[in-house]
């Protein structure tokens, strides 16, 4: 069990600008060198294990990016495209069918897909019989695993899914659903130009659990325009009595320089910093004495949630999509801006959804950016991963693991950690790092010293806060 204590002044403190860590190296270090015959190469190295220990490939994990949405929610800082040209949408549903047949060919068929998430934007911006098409393109370009051992997911708008549609979503292979809510007061909705009643998201959440989904997550912010402890209190009391397995809470970031959406939010009515503290530490009293476990990151899940049981026995990962219990899979990643993660590599696709499109239409994989991890950066994600999800670093699985001395190979990092241990953030023993309760919260802030791009001179900005 993950137990997490509140220290605003630490939280003050350390609370600067620092990476998310859903992969590292981080996005900011992708660049051009990295294209698609690199990836290429790296796809095709990826049908034979990577380490000695493996008898077989890995199995594949699928993310589709869907950035069409009908309204503009003025916090969102997702790559996206507001429209009501059903055509324009069309078209770019035949192009992510067209890249899933340009990958398909380098990957094994015996590789089974176990994890599939259709992400935006809105995915249900597309009728049944679209996602029904594309479906049915992905299962003919790649092998998928039984259904009792497919996690396949979708995210849902509530303002435009009506509870039978759900049903249909069933019949299509979807057994996991994420719920956008943010928050249910209209006066926060109306300062984000995003109207939804509790009613029809709860129905939502009850026509998924009457049609067999597996999982339902809810999607929740603090720091949004006109949030106040008393406001906010209520839409978590609201989705506590509706007992999602999972509980996503995020942060809002307000960076109107690099989201224009955002300019459309009056800034004199976002929480200061002392007020985002006070809902955020509201937030966690009140989730974690509903029985919600804090997993780290953002996310809270249920006892019995796989997250909760991935994390207690060493199999919790992270990456792009967030917290995953599928640590061993390659990540293909279709779509504009999309990013995957393949044999040791990163790519991310063209954000510009012409550029995108042209990319694809003319035979050519759009990836734009990325890069192959060298041995070292190797090793440091595996201590990142071990603090970001286990709370946790074994200096002797590092030192079995990649034949090195654990002391010595991160001797300056170890020393930089001392001042954090002296706060109360970390605990170093002999063989181990030990996250305390007090820096479950600042878990990017202990990841941060073992990156070492971080030496390097960087825009600040191009990070969100910690907290």
Not at 1 to 20: A, H, I, Q, T, W
Not at 176 to 184: E, I, P, T, W, Y
Not at 307 to 315: F, G, I, N, P, T
Not at 338 to 349: E, L, T
């Amino acid at each position: 069990m993950s137990k997490v204590r509140f220290d605003r002044k630490l939280l003050e403190r350390y609370g600067g600008r620092g990476p998310r860590y859903t992969s590292y190296p981080t996005a900011p270090q992708f660049h051009s060198g990295f294209g698609d015959s690199q990836y290429v190469e790296r796809a095709i190295r990826s049908n034979t294990p990577i380490n000695e220990q493996d008898d077989a490939p890995p199995p594949l994990s699928l993310y589709l990016h869907l950035p069409f949405c009908r309204t503009l929610c003025y916090y969102c800082g997702c790559t996206k495209i507001i429209t009501r040209n059903e055509d324009r949408a069309q078209r770019y549903l035949d192009v992510i069918q067209k890249e899933a047949a340009l990958h398909s060919p380098m990957y094994d068929r015996s590789r089974q897909v176990e994890q599939l998430h259709l992400g935006g934007g809105s995915p249900t911006f597309y009728s049944d019989e679209q996602l029904g098409e594309l479906m049915d393109t992905l299962r003919r370009e790649f092998t998928f695993a039984p259904p009792d051992k497919l996690q396949c997911s979708i995210e849902v708008d509530p303002r435009t899914v009506a509870p039978d549609r759900i049903k249909a979503l069933a019949a299509l292979g979807f057994n996991r659903l994420s719920l956008g809510v943010q928050d249910f007061d209209e006066e926060v909705q109306g300062a984000v130009n995003r109207l939804q009643s509790r009613e029809d998201t709860l129905a939502l959440l009850d026509a998924a659990r009457a049609n067999g989904f597996r999982s339902v997550s809810v999607d929740l912010i603090y720091g949004l325009p006109k949030q106040t402890p008393q406001k906010f209190v209520a839409t978590l009391e609201t989705v506590i009595d509706a007992r999602p397995d999972r509980i996503s809470l995020y942060s809002y970031a307000h960076m109107p320089q690099l989201f224009k959406a955002q300019k459309l939010i009056d800034e004199s009515t976002l929480p200061d910093g002392a007020e985002k503290l006070a809902l955020l530490e509201l937030s966690i009293e009140t989730l974690c004495s509903a029985g919600y476990e804090y997993i780290g990151m953002d996310h809270f899940a249920l006892a019995d949630d796989e997250l909760v049981k991935a994390r207690e026995s060493d199999q919790l990962h992270r990456n792009f999509q967030g917290y995953s219990t599928h640590a061993y899979c390659d990540l293909v990643s279709l779509g504009a801006s999309a990013i995957g993660h393949v044999a040791h590599s990163f790519y991310q696709n063209e954000k510009n959804t012409n550029r995108y499109s042209e990319a694809v239409v003319d035979g050519r994989l759009p990836i734009v950016k990325g890069l192959t991890r060298d041995a070292d950066d190797i090793v440091r994600d595996d201590v990142i991963q071990d603090l970001m999800c286990q709370g946790k670093v074994d200096f002797e699985q590092i030192e079995e693991h990649f034949d090195i001395d654990f002391s010595t190979y991160f001797f300056e990092e170890l020393e930089a950690l001392k001042p954090l241990e002296a706060d109360g953030l970390v605990r170093l023993a002999d063989d181990a790092i030990h996250v305390t309760p007090t820096g479950q919260l600042l878990l990017r802030a202990v990841a941060m010293t073992f990156d070492r791009y971080l030496r390097e001179p960087a825009p600040e900005q191009r990070y969100s806060k910690v907290i």
